[in-house]
């Protein structure tokens, strides 16, 4: 699953994945084959036998298995001299800001109850080979929804998304969060989410806001002008309870996340967070 091969490129796979653009390139050839034969290639770099690689090895179960970071080989000091080979359709990652002292945006978006993942971020062969090109997979945010999504966001800047129940449930893809952060979304009022979706949103900077009282949500329409004053602060603090200006009507919403949690907002990402250390 996923680690799509190279444009044109050979990739062996040890599970029946193989039908055309299943691995998320279009033009793949994909072979299926053994465990043992995918190492011998992994090891000599060609599709191997690995008969010819010598006896099987014997192997024992270990006595116990190494836990935490003892399983992860440390880093270089210095990786600055380290070639990153990127192939046509590879984008560096996006770095995200650090969430402002005051929030103010625009509603990009209202949805109902029981959104998926799918409505936020589209699968299949035409998408998945795009999941390490964020700049170009993100064109597909809500497609299902409002397939004018993507360039209304990139056109109005900060914004929030507006929905109802359940909201984020099904796959726990983590595109569906990053994509819309990098179009802009960094803000999400619901009634309710979806549990896994709802930490992937923190990972990725987006604070995740419920209503208070539920019949507020009627009251948000897109393109509503939207303020948080002091939201950096109130975050900090660890309020639980912010208020939400909404063309000029104040609204409470409800902030229920952890004090890790708050310090990744703060950060802008999860990987901001790890930075500071």
Known sequence: M???????????????RNFPG???????????????????????????????????????????????????????????????????NIAPFPRFSPLPKDWQGTVLLKVGDNITTDHIMPAGARVLPLRSNVPAISEFVYEAVDPEFSTRAKSQGAG????????????SREHAALAPRFLGVEIKLVKSFARIHKANLINFGIVPLTFVNPADYDHLQPGAKV??????????????????EVDGRKIEARLEISTRHREILLAGSLLGWANQA
């Open 160 to 171: 929030m998304v507006v929905g109802g129940d359940n909201y984020g449930q099904g796959s």
């Open 22 to 88: 299943r691995s998320g390139t279009k033009d793949d050839q994909v072979y299926l084959c053994s465990p043992e034969t995918a190492v011998a290639a992994a090891i000599t770099g060609k599709i191997t036998d690995p008969r010819d690689l010598g006896d099987y090895p014997a192997f024992t179960l270990p006595a116990r298995y190494l836990l935490g970071d003892s399983r992860i080989e440390a880093p270089l000091a210095d990786g600055s001299g380290v070639e990153i080979v990127r192939g046509p």
């Open 227 to 244: 303020r948080i004053a002091g939201i950096r602060a109130k975050i900090a603090a660890g309020d639980e309870i912010l208020t939400v």
């Open 2 to 16: 996923g680690q799509a091969p190279p444009t044109g490129a050979i990739s062996l796979r040890t599970f029946p």
